[in-house]
């Protein structure tokens, strides 16, 4: 099939789609909306989810798999802001690991996040073994001991963790989460990273919605970001992929019961 078909009983020559299209690769033809320029479509797909009519496929952006949107805005505005302020970050969890269906159901959730122009492009590493997530913890920590050591000045955390874990066994690094979720991308990716803030973030939210908590394990992107070849050994990365995340999940241990303020709204208006 061509790039785009356009069923002619249906289309009304209405233009939306034209409208939409980000890299302009749709203009108006005799008998309808034509791919004029079909090497510059993204996929994205706003073609065929924007046209009142179901009159527009796209071979790259398929009609088949684009669900009906019934409603739209979903949620209300009450709903949706107090859902979006009761997002904590969690360190404290329950040792109770997460099934594997709903790890998958976060990770499904999060490939459909806005990418730079629909490249996508973030895959994952899930880590559930208790072994490696020790170990996980163990490296970070001998990093660190090795960057309070140099003579450029290390991050003012370093030594708390260190003396934490060292001196009481605690785990400052991924809080004894039962699980690890690393963001990927290629390592020619420009926008790897970018991606990744947008891809986790809608994992985090989207966990809450299943009793969920998580964290984003800075540290150990830290220790990740230097190359710390020790760490990156224990994750197997692929050939041509650097990670570009990570977040700690589980069950939270306790419950929070109030909406956490933050610093007043700082705006300016040109």
């Known amino acids: 099939m061509e790039l785009i078909e356009i069923n002619q009983e249906k289309c009304i ?20 909306p034509v791919a004029g320029q079909p090497q510059n479509c ?32 979903v949620l209300n505005e009450k709903t949706a802001q107090q859902f979006l302020r009761s ?34 492009g973030v895959s994952y590493l899930i880590i559930e073994d208790k072994e490696i997530l020790k170990k996980v913890t163990e490296t970070t920590i001998e990093w660190m001991e090795a960057e309070v050591l140099k003579d450029a000045p290390s991050h003012w955390s370093f030594p708390i963790h260190i003396r934490a874990y060292r001196k009481n066994g605690l785990d400052n690094i991924l809080h004894d989460a039962p699980h690890l979720i690393l963001a990927m991308a ?23 919605s299943l009793g969920l908590g998580s964290c ?6 830290m220790c990740v970001f230097a190359k710390y070849g020790p760490l990156l ?8 992929k650097v990670i570009t995340g990570a977040v700690m999940l589980g069950y939270p241990k306790y419950k929070f019961k109030r909406l956490v303020d933050r610093n007043p709204l700082d705006v300016t208006w040109l």
């Open 13 to 32: 020559k209405c233009g939306i789609c034209i409208d939409e299209c980000p890299t302009r690769v749709l203009v108006m033809g005799a008998d309808g």
């Open 42 to 73: 993204n996929e994205c797909g706003h073609c065929v989810a924007i046209c009142p009519r179901e009159a527009i496929d796209n071979q790259k952006a398929p009609f088949v798999n684009q669900p009906t949107l019934k409603e739209f805005p």
């Open 87 to 120: 997002r904590r970050s969690i360190r404290c969890y329950k040792n109770t690991a997460v099934p594997r269906d709903t790890l998958l159901k976060l990770v499904e959730i999060a490939r459909f996040a806005p990418t730079a122009s629909n490249r996508q």
């Open 186 to 208: 290629s390592n020619d990716l420009s926008n790897g990273r970018e991606n990744t803030i947008f891809s986790l973030a809608y994992l985090e939210l989207f966990a809450t």
């Open 216 to 221: 984003w394990a800075g540290l150990i992107e």
């Open 233 to 240: 050994e224990l994750f197997k990365i692929p050939n041509g």
